[in-house]
């Protein structure tokens, strides 16, 4: 706790002051980029993976980057997801998993978390991945290409979950919203993206040069 409140005193005499027009403009209110869903694991800071400023973000986090379908369940998930798209006007959501993700390790084995009746019972909205991977990915031994695996089939899972949402899929009838599923590697600072033309997850900055326009080139004279 020390850490923590010494690090507030840091922030108020060393940070604050110096970025008092950034604070007086969020005291205005808030027009955030995107609405970015990730798990609860403490290696994860989405701000400094994107590295984007507070207010250029919408957070929504959750043991397993978990979005239960439409309905399912009346909570903070389906409130925080309305609002974005509703009243902030996201143009874009991110569902991002991570590497070595002990939500998802859990899924694969039921037994560690057995006592645990909330994570079990939360666990339930990812039914579908651990159905995924126990019929399609039975080839898969190596305990760390399974949890692989299962982190991006997660991510996809959890993108169909979001698509039943009314405003997510209101708003994407009408063009004015884009979903994204990426996974993190934190030990190797790593990102990867979903490709549906490709199926399959690609280093992000590998998407990026193909989307970048080319340079125009300079006729020869």
Not at 22 to 49: E, K, M, Y
Not at 104 to 119: F, N, R, T, W
Not at 161 to 170: E, G, I, Q
């Amino acid at each position: 706790m020390q850490k923590l409140l010494d690090g507030i005193h840091q922030f108020q005499r060393e940070i604050f002051d110096n970025q008092r027009s950034l604070f007086d403009r969020l005291a205005r209110g808030q027009q955030p980029l995107a609405l970015f869903i990730t798990c609860s694991d403490s290696r994860i800071d989405p701000n400094l993976l994107t590295q984007t400023e507070p207010g250029e973000l919408f957070i929504m986090r959750n043991a397993g980057n978990i979005i239960p379908p439409y309905g399912a369940v009346i909570g903070g998930e389906a409130a925080t997801i309305e609002y974005a798209v509703a009243v902030l006007k996201v143009k874009d959501i991110i569902v991002c998993g991570h590497s070595m993700c002990g939500a998802m390790d859990g899924l694969l084995h039921p037994k560690q978390i057995e006592e645990l009746s909330a994570v079990k019972g939360w666990l339930q909205h990812a039914e579908a991945t651990a159905r995924i991977i126990k019929e399609n990915y039975g080839h898969i031994y190596e305990e760390k290409a399974r949890l692989t695996a299962t982190v991006e089939e997660n991510v996809l899972v959890q993108l169909e979950n979001l698509r039943t949402h009314p405003a997510v899929a209101a708003a994407g009838s009408r063009g004015d919203l884009k979903l994204h599923g990426w996974t993190y590697k934190f030990e190797t600072g790593q990102v990867f993206a979903y490709e549906p033309g490709e199926g399959q997850f690609l280093p992000i900055q590998q998407l990026a040069d193909i989307a970048r326009p080319a340079p125009e080139r300079t006729p020869a004279i």
